[in-house]
């Protein structure tokens, strides 16, 4: 049974990911994003914050150029980060998207924690 995936593309080399990486991979983003997602809304006491903060963090993952280039290169900061979301494979967005998932399930379980009575901090 062939348990890796091959990964290829113009920017970069060729390469394989096991499954068993796949996996991991999405569940550690789920796990690290819930964490920081829980701890946010308990000391800051806004439920979907780190949902919101989840894209620039992405953003900061994925690109290569600096920050202060998206106010000072707006055009070419902008052009660079497109090119490099459009060269992101499955697996890659797969893993980012999860983390998405964390920090919103996060958000849930922080309001249902909150209705049910618990007040944190």
Known sequence: MNDTIALASASSPQGTISLVHIVLSVLIFIVIFFGIG?????????????????????????????????????AYAFKLLGTKVMALHTVDVVILSSGLVGAIIAGFVMKLLRKQGYQMF
């Open 38 to 74: 829980f701890l946010l809304n308990m000391l800051l006491r806004m439920t979907w914050l780190m949902a919101i903060i989840y894209p620039i963090i992405v953003i900061l993952i994925i690109d290569e150029v600096k920050i202060y280039e998206y106010f000072t290169k707006p």
